[in-house]
């Protein structure tokens, strides 16, 4: 529908296998390019659109000013499970991609339109500084080098006190009641 525009697709780089096979069908579109390494910075400098879902890329197009949407997928396993939403949606107007109004013309629209709540964005970002991409790089570095997560953990393994003090500490990070570790500290 858009043959003079350029779309670049970012797979999620911890997930690479899993989101691969579900876009395989796109590589052939002319003007879809398929890129999951490297740095996002050089891309959010030329887009003109982010889209993104449940993503931390809701942020960094926040903070390079560029106007962003964030796809609301009903059958994500997140929404199915009932895991609340993530904090870096609130940084988007939320779209059903299923809505057949939705051209590029219109999330252009909605995402130009969209302002982030100022006290959300302060308390993540304040005013984007050097120091704020050092700590968003430094923070999507962790998140990278992490191990993938198991979700086969036994249930009595999941109520033993470590594990809810984990799980609690990384609900509060995610709150951002809680700052994140220096990247030397390894938190299994």
């Not at 470590?162 to 220096?182: A, D, K, V």
Request: with cysteine; charged share 30%.
């Amino acid at each position: 529908e858009n043959p003079k525009t350029l779309f670049v697709l970012r797979l999620h780089p911890t997930k690479l296998a899993n989101y691969r096979r579900h876009f395989e069908a796109l590589e052939g579109i002319p003007n879809l390019f398929i890129q999951s390494d490297g740095d996002l910075g050089p891309l959010l400098r030329i887009a003109d659109l982010v889209i993104a879902s449940r993503s931390g890329s809701l942020v960094e197009a926040t903070i390079a000013e560029k106007p962003a949407v964030n796809l609301h997928l009903p059958d994500h396993p997140f929404y199915v499970a009932g895991i609340a939403p993530s904090i870096e949606e609130r940084f988007a107007p939320s779209v059903d991609p299923r809505d057949p109004a939705l051209d590029l013309g219109a999330l252009r629209s909605l995402a130009s339109d969209f302002v982030p709540d100022e006290a959300l964005r302060r308390r993540w970002i304040g005013e984007p500084s050097i120091e704020t991409f050092e700590r968003l790089h430094s923070f999507a570095c962790e998140l990278i080098e992490r191990p993938p997560v198991s979700r086969a953990i036994p249930l009595r393994a999941q109520l033993e006190p470590e594990m809810l003090r984990r799980r609690l500490r990384l609900e509060l990070r995610r709150r951002s009641l809680l700052p994140s570790p220096s990247s030397r500290v390894v938190d299994h």
